[in-house]
C-alpha cells in the first residue's frame, strides 16, 4: 500500500459528459502529480500540484483541469469527453525531495462510451 | 527533451533464469532513475532508485546500477519467480522543475513455471 488513494476505481460514463477524479496523497506529501496511462501514448504526465498551486503541466488537453485543495487532496476533471479519453488515470504524490521517489495510487479506470 | 528507452518486450522466461531488462536514458544533467512494477489490475509501484552515478538500487533481488557512460540503468535479477510476472518501467525524474517522471514504454515480463 503506497498511502496515496484515488476514488473512484473504475468510471463509465458517456461522450461529451464531464468526470472528477480524487486523489489523496500520502501523508506529509506536499506534491500531487496526475498521469495518464493509455495503451496507444503509454505513461504521460498531465500535471503537478505543490502546496496548492499548479507547478508544470504536460501533455494535458484543455478539456481537463485540476486543482489541489487546503487540505492536499487533488482533483482532476475531464470534461467534453471523447472516445479517446479511455485509459488509466494515476495520481502520485512525493515530497519534492531532489531524488525522493513518486508514490502511486491505484488508478481510476476510465472508459467513455 | 528527456526520454527513456526501454529493451521490447514481452519477455518470457522460465523460473529460476537469469533477467536483464535493459534502460538508457537521454537526459540534461544527473537526473535520478527508476523501476517501477506494474501488476494486473494494480497501480505502479516502487521497485528501486538510483540517485547519482554509480548507485546501486536493490529491491526483492532486483538490481540497478546507474551509468553515467552509457546512460544506462538495466534492471537484474539472479533468479526469477513466477510472482515476478508484471509489467516493468524505467523512468527519470527530472533534476530541476516540477521533477516530473519520464517514462520508458514498458516491458511485460512472464515467467513460466
Known amino acids: 500500500d503506497s498511502g496515496v488513494t484515488q476514488t473512484p476505481k473504475h468510471l463509465i460514463t458517456a461522450t461529451g459528459q464531464r468526470v472528477t477524479l480524487r486523489c489523496s496523497p500520502r501523508?506529509?506529501?506536499?506534491?500531487v502529480y496526475w498521469y495518464q496511462q493509455s495503451l496507444d501514448q503509454g505513461l504521460q504526465f498531465l500535471i503537478q500540484y505543490y502546496n496548492g498551486e499548479e507547478r508544470a503541466k504536460g501533455n494535458i488537453l484543455e478539456r481537463f483541469s485540476a486543482q489541489q485543495f487546503p487540505d492536499l487532496h487533488s482533483e482532476l476533471n475531464l470534461s467534453s469527453l471523447e472516445l479517446g479519453d479511455s485509459a488509466l488515470y494515476f495520481c502520485a504524490s512525493s515530497d519534492h525531495t531532489r531524488g525522493e521517489a513518486q508514490y502511486f495510487g491505484p488508478g481510476t479506470r476510465l472508459l467513455v462510451l | 527533451g528527456n526520454s527513456v528507452t526501454q529493451m521490447e518486450g514481452p519477455v518470457t522466461l522460465s523460473e529460476e533464469a537469469f533477467l536483464t531488462i535493459n534502460c538508457t536514458y537521454t537526459?540534461?544533467?544527473?537526473?535520478?532513475l527508476f523501476w517501477y512494477v506494474q501488476y494486473p489490475g494494480e497501480g505502479l509501484q516502487l521497485l528501486l532508485k538510483a540517485t547519482k552515478a554509480d548507485d546501486k538500487g536493490s529491491n526483492k533481488g532486483f538490481e540497478a546500477t546507474y551509468r553515467k557512460e552509457t546512460t544506462s540503468f538495466h534492471l537484474e535479477k539472479g533468479s526469477v519467480q513466477v510472482s515476478d510476472s508484471a509489467v516493468y518501467f524505467c523512468a527519470l525524474s527530472e533534476v530541476q522543475g516540477a521533477q516530473k517522471l519520464v517514462f520508458g514504454q514498458g516491458t511485460r515480463l512472464t515467467i513460466n513455471p
Open positions: 501523508s506529509g506529501d506536499l506534491s
Open positions: 537526459a540534461t544533467g544527473y537526473p535520478s
